[in-house]
């Protein structure tokens, strides 16, 4: 930015300041940051201690900057440093001077040229109220307000946390659902890891709905009595619904809420009674198969006995037969032998 008007004639670092102040504060016409903006930076060329920290919280704040603001932040703490080392701002804070220690103040609140310390400007501004500097009554009360605004704002985080935490640990999907979307704006490191932490909570209670329908079809399951008729059809049966519950229970793996444990104990305890009453089911079904099996290999070797005793008794009837015609042959031929 660039010093104009009368500003740029002024010769004294001290009236300088006090003319930016009054356009910067609205001591006389009201405020005209362009017009404050140029008689700071006239004082502080002039070597004004206050006049360069007043400059340069301004220009950080972009307050009469016109063009780069990326520049104009750069010329503050340009400024900024220049009065803590060079121009003394440091020392007359030091020596107890209330507009030094007021310029100090807005130079630490906003870390311009050094290191935050909120704390340290609070105490500046203190000082300078103290010494009844108005700017600094003023900033000291907005210092006040913005720590309240600060308490509130952690007071209303905590209480995110722990509602969140607290509908995690209960397990109700419809509070969890409407405890997350609550706060899904609130901002805050605490509020986030938490809400991340609710929302797993409240994709396991969609888990545990499934887990506990799945459980409820394999116990009706397990409660169904078979026999050697129905065996294979109850087996083939319990097949489906006791692998969704086994695949359920493997997604409940690893996650870690009291909600949850009683209720996957239930559901392993079910999954195993009616995984042990299906072998027992498939393994008589088989046991029928193989007597089956055995019984049709008996009837076939059965058959293929008598089929071959009919077979040999039908040979030795021939055979009787063949011996019964020759003989008859036989003593037909011995008569006509006589006769002739």
Not at 100 to 128: D, K, P, S, T, W
Not at 133 to 149: I, K, P
Not at 180 to 193: H, I, N, T
Request: charged share 30%; with cysteine.
């Amino acid at each position: 930015m660039r010093v104009h008007g009368a500003a740029a004639r002024e010769t004294d670092g001290g009236r300088c300041f006090a003319e930016g102040c009054r356009w910067l504060y609205g001591f006389g016409e009201g405020v005209d940051y362009t017009e404050a903006a140029s008689y700071l930076k006239r004082g502080a060329q002039l070597g004004h201690a206050l006049s360069a920290a007043h400059l340069a919280s301004i220009l950080m704040e972009g307050k009469g900057v016109r063009g780069n603001p990326r520049a104009a932040q750069l010329e503050a703490t340009m400024w900024a440093m220049r009065s803590c080392d060079a121009m003394g701002l440091n020392d007359q804070a030091a020596g107890g001077d209330a507009g030094a220690r007021l310029a100090l103040g807005l130079l630490l609140q906003a870390g311009i040229g050094c290191e935050m310390n909120q704390a340290l400007a609070v105490n500046h501004f203190r000082a300078a109220a103290m010494a009844g500097d108005a700017v600094a009554m003023n900033c000291l009360a907005g210092a006040v307000e913005e720590g309240l605004a600060a308490c509130a704002r952690l007071a209303e985080q905590k209480a995110a946390v722990d509602a969140l935490a607290k509908a995690a640990a209960k397990g109700d999907g419809a509070v969890l659902a409407r405890v997350v979307a609550q706060y899904e704006s609130l901002p805050g490191d605490a509020v986030r890891r938490a809400r991340d932490a609710a929302r797993d909570a409240l994709a396991v209670t969609e888990v545990r709905e499934e887990l506990l329908r799945h459980k409820a079809a394999c116990a009706k399951l397990e409660r169904e009595s078979w026999k050697d008729a129905t065996c294979e059809a109850y087996a083939k049966k319990t097949e489906g619904p006791l692998l969704e519950l086994e695949k359920t229970l493997a997604r409940c793996a690893g996650k870690d809420y009291a909600w949850l444990r009683k209720d996957v104990g239930a559901a392993s305890s079910t999954a195993t009674k009616l995984r042990a009453k299906r072998d027992k089911a498939a393994a008589r079904a088989q046991a029928i198969a193989m007597e089956k099996l055995a019984s049709a290999e008996r009837a076939r070797v059965l058959a293929a006995q008598a089929e071959a005793r009919a077979e040999a008794e039908e040979k030795k009837a021939a055979e009787a037969k063949a011996q019964k015609d020759a003989l008859k042959n036989a003593r037909r031929n011995a008569r006509r032998g006589v006769a002739s």
